[in-house]
Each structure stands twice: as C-alpha cells, then as structure tokens.
C-alpha cells in the first residue's frame, strides 16, 4: 500500500508492507536473497498468505477447515510453498532504500482465473 504523502512521489510503487507480512527479494536460483534496488523474485509470509477457511454446515456435520496450500494439488503447493512458509509469488520485483516495492516482471505467467468455480465444487462434495 502507497501512504497518500507518497502517491506521486513514488509514482509505480505498489506500496510499503503491511504489517504481520514479511518479504524476501529471492535471486533466480533462489540461494540467496538480492541486493537492495536489485530485481528478484517475491517471496511472501504472514499469516494472511494463501489462507483458505471454510465453514461446512451440514444437518449431520459441521467441519472447519483451514489450509495453506492449492486445494487438491500437492505438486503445485509444493512448487509454490517452501518447507519454512515462504509463498513464491511468481512476480519479479525490487526494494527502493526507503522500503517502497515495484513489480518489474513476471516470472509465472499462467494466472488462474477458475479458482472460485474450483472452490464451489470442492464445497458441493465435502458437504
């Protein structure tokens, strides 16, 4: 998010991070991450990152289900997901030494558009 005091001067930022978030700036080989002002992929964790959470009522059950993961498709999870939480995000961007971040590239370029008719049906079979 772009503070209102900044909105011209950082003209292209997609903002500073939000709180309870934290960010790397991963190099293409993902070893280690970049130098500041240095462009690499976004890795992204926090608690509000690919949270799925769902309620099911059902007349002879109630389930909660909670999950941070691509519903029903492990390999891609774990394509996106490292073992310690960070969400590869696909987007390829850089850090200005004030904290402001900018999206460059893309590193991904298949973007899922479905999801929610995936979801419904998820739902229809579970409950």
Known sequence: MVPKADHE???GSVGVLLPNLEVRIVAEDGGHDVEEGQPG???IRGPTI???SFACRHPVHFTNFQSKAYLGNRTATAQSITPDGWF???DIGTRDSEGFYYIVD???ELI???V???LLTFFRLLC
């Open 106 to 108: 893309r590193r991904k």
């Open 112 to 114: 899922k558009y479905k």
């Open 116 to 118: 929610i008719n995936d």
């Open 9 to 11: 001067r950082k003209m």
């Open 41 to 43: 992929e976004l890795w």
């Open 50 to 52: 690919m949270k799925v």
């Open 88 to 90: 590869k995000t696909g």
